[in-house]
């Protein structure tokens, strides 16, 4: 069994964070074991409060498991500050974790902020550079790569840009497109006004592209925890020995299948089934 370490913050509603990547993990047949950065009081409606823990908490908890368990991968999702940021990398670098994958959680599906804005820099210089993968939305790449969110950019530039902060290989998710990114590369097979025919991923290692492709699903549009998820599976498959492409591939198909699954558990946006792939009638 191999071991995989999530470190994110809380939330309540069991859509996103901690919940969704320890659900992730089980389902995909690994060992999870997980760091709270924060605790979130959320729903499916939005974020209602937020408690960003101490860094001697976070770190404390680090060293706990990192003296004693021999983790085979691992995935930041909501980082919350700088110091939390900072504090993660230098864990990473003293322990030699290997398979990390970056997910540079900013902004909740609500809108609401999960990330303050001066961690940017630590992520670039601190995290990015020990990462396997990392794993930004459409939105999350244009800020890191120096673009207003509301500019269109395309794919390869995004891609190209984020690379130099010395991952591994750049993942830009598709899956919250805009409509002013209908134009792009990320959203090029759009049949409709609305919603593209396809979510693309684009993955890069610094020489070639490959997109992983899936029809896009209309009725799961606002989905709660997808990226969550997605990063926590791709950990699960590196630390299952998968190449990155293949891993993407995997976590690709796993997400798409809970997507298709995903129901409404509140008022507000669906949440995934990740239990899609178990062979009994009640969770399909
Ligand atoms: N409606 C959809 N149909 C098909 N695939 C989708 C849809 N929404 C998201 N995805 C896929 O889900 C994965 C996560 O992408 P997304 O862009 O939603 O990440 P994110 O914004 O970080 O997620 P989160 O909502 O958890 O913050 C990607 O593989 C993306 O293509
Ligand atoms: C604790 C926590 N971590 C991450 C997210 C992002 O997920 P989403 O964009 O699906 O709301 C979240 N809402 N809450």
Redesign the pocket.
């Given at each position: 069994m191999q071991k995989v370490l999530t470190i994110a913050g809380s939330d309540s509603g069991g859509g996103?964070g901690i919940q969704a990547d320890l659900k992730t993990m089980t389902v995909n047949q690994v060992y999870g074991a997980a760091i709270l950065t924060a605790i979130t009081a959320q729903n499916t409606l939005g974020v209602q409060g937020v408690k960003v823990l101490a860094p001697e908490v976070v770190n404390s908890q680090l060293e706990s498991v990192l003296r004693d368990i021999d983790f085979a991968a691992l995935k930041t999702g909501m980082l919350a500050n700088a110091r939390i940021t900072a504090l993660v990398a230098d864990k990473v670098k003293k322990y030699n974790l290997k398979n990390l994958v970056v997910?540079p959680?900013m902004?909740?599906?609500s809108g609401d902020l999960l990330l303050k804005e001066n961690a940017l820099d630590i992520y670039k210089r601190e995290l990015f550079p020990q990462a396997e993968i990392i794993?930004?939305?459409?939105?999350?790449a244009k800020i890191l790569a120096g673009f207003e969110p509301t500019t269109v950019v395309p794919g390869e530039i995004l891609a190209e840009k984020l690379i130099n902060f010395g991952s591994k290989y750049v993942l830009i998710?598709?899956?919250?497109f805009e409509q002013s990114d209908q134009s792009t590369e990320l959203a090029k097979n759009s049949t409709s006004k609305t919603f593209p025919a396809q979510?693309?991923?684009l993955l890069y290692d610094g020489c070639s592209i490959k997109r992983?492709t899936?029809?896009?699903?209309?009725s799961?549009?606002n989905?709660?925890?997808?990226?969550?998820?997605?990063s926590a599976a791709i950990a699960s498959y590196l630390a299952r020995d998968y190449s990155v492409p293949a891993a993407v591939g995997a976590?690709?198909k796993f997400?798409?299948g809970a997507?298709k699954h995903s129901f409404k558990a509140g008022a507000g946006s669906r949440v995934l089934n990740h239990f899609w792939e178990l062979e009994y009638d009640k969770v399909k």
């Open positions: 996103a997910d959680v902004v909740a599906t794993t930004p939305n459409l939105t999350e998710k598709g899956g919250h979510a693309v991923d992983f899936a029809p896009y699903l209309e799961a549009y989905t709660h925890g997808t990226g969550c998820s997605l976590a690709k997400i798409t997507l």
